[in-house]
């Protein structure tokens, strides 16, 4: 079954191939972070600011090689698949079923890694890693962009009452991406006082 949109879906492709610039770009300065490290460990980092707001402590621990290699390396991999999708679809290219699913599989995962990092950043290793949070932005409103084109496309079946909502709410992906960042600044300022680091 293919993508059942009554138009091409430009400004969602224009997004992913935005997207996965930015994201592949942060992986690409992390990975080179992270080589910097390995040879040098007195070394910074080049998005170290201050002890709060830095990247080589985000890189140098476990949570920053959960796959048992650093994280960025999964990054140069993943952020080719939007750009490809983006590209894609401004060809004129319409997906089945099986390939949307697939891919927002990935977007799903790449959400909920980017969830448990976020926690892990704020509760846990007490760092704000600049080039994550970069990480961060791209991901969410992508993942909310590519659950309503499913939902709205009919890929995932909701009904038509169900693809309407959805299709009326891609217009507020933007609103619902602002709202997430500012709940992830309320809990980092809340358990950090990232204000505080910057006086």
Not at 78 to 90: D, E, K, Q, R
Not at 143 to 149: C, I, N, R, W
């Amino acid at each position: 079954m293919t993508d059942n949109a009554p138009r091409r879906p430009s400004v969602l492709a224009v997004w992913l191939i935005i997207a996965g610039i930015i994201g592949w770009y942060a992986a690409f300065s992390l990975t080179m972070d992270r080589f910097t490290l390995l040879g040098d460990p007195t070394a910074s980092a080049s998005c170290d600011i201050n002890i709060l707001v830095q990247c080589s402590a985000n890189l140098t621990s476990a949570q920053g090689s959960v796959f048992g290699f650093p994280n960025p390396i999964v990054g140069l991999a993943a952020w080719i698949a939007p750009v490809v999708v983006g590209f894609a679809l401004l060809a004129g290219a319409r997906f089945a079923r099986w390939f949307w699913v697939a891919f927002w599989a990935g977007m799903l995962f790449a959400f909920g890694f980017v969830c448990w990092l976020i926690s892990q950043s704020i509760f846990v290793l007490g760092t704000l890693c600049p080039w994550c949070m970069v990480t961060w932005s791209v991901v969410i409103p992508s993942f909310y962009a590519v659950t309503l084109h499913l939902l709205r496309t009919g890929v995932v079946p909701v009904g038509e009452r169900g693809r309407e909502i959805a299709d009326r709410l891609m217009a507020w992906v933007p609103l619902m991406a602002l709202a997430s960042y500012v709940v992830i600044a309320v809990l980092a300022q809340v358990r950090l006082d990232v204000l505080a680091s910057f006086a």
